[in-house]
T-cell receptor, first 111, second 119 residues
């Protein structure tokens, strides 16, 4: 699976949009981009995934560049409860696929 | 999303004893389950992948005789840490995936984790 690069940390103000970047320059054509987050001492939580097109759900939006070498997770209105480690993962899908977690980015939402 | 539970949520045991951790998918059938380990301030490390009814596939460096995995049903997988030692103290997390029903295997649903402390 292709590797991803994320800044170690970032912060944003409560109520503002949080834009979390991820680089995956070696992504292959059939690898998906997944985002998970882990709040302290809990199991990871699935956020969103995408292949080529931008995606949006009730939690976040995922913007993937046209060349697919990078993506941005957008939390439109960050709250204090969004403070967590966010993991950007690139992986194939299917029976033999597995998720490889990197170090992630620590998002701190300040009041 | 689907719910995955783990039991116990935490356990303290003496060195040399064995500890069993259960992982259950509560509202879906998990064709594949995964076991991860997370040390403090580190990321999750995949230990093994198990498919219902077959032997688990262990990641390189993970001792299969020490970490016994059983995926006997579509809703239950167990991890047994045999002859636990203080260095096995960690946060153990399972996840489950249903290739058939849920998004074609895109989503893994994670349990809340089990904190193991070996004295």
């Amino acid at each position: 699976d292709a590797k991803t690069t994320q800044p170690p940390s970032m912060d944003c103000a409560e109520g503002r949009a949080a834009n979390l970047p991820c680089n995956h320059s070696t992504i292959s054509g059939n690898e998906y981009v997944y985002w998970y987050r882990q709040i302290h001492s809990q199991g990871p939580q699935y956020i969103i995934h995408g292949l080529k097109n931008n995606e949006t759900n009730e939690m976040a939006s995922l913007i993937i560049t046209e060349d697919r070498k990078s993506s941005t997770l957008i939390l439109p209105h960050a709250t204090l409860r969004d403070t967590a480690v966010y993991y950007c993962i690139v992986s194939f899908t299917g029976a033999n696929s597995k998720l490889t977690f990197g170090k992630g980015i620590t998002l701190s939402v300040r009041p | 999303g689907a719910v995955v539970s783990q039991h116990p949520s935490w356990v303290i045991c003496k060195s040399g004893t064995s500890v069993k951790i259960e992982c259950r998918s509560l509202d879906f059938q998990a064709t594949t389950m995964f076991w991860y380990r997370q040390f403090p301030k580190q990321s999750l490390m995949l230990m093994a992948t198990s498919n219902e009814g077959s032997k688990a596939t262990y990641e390189q460096g993970v001792e299969k005789d020490k970490f016994l995995i059983n995926h006997a049903s579509l809703t239950l997988s167990t991890l047994t840490v045999t002859s636990a030692h203080p260095e096995d103290s960690s946060f153990y997390i399972c996840s489950a995936r249903d290739l058939v029903r849920r998004g074609g295997g895109h989503e893994q649903f994670f349990g809340p984790g089990t904190r193991l402390t070996v004295l």
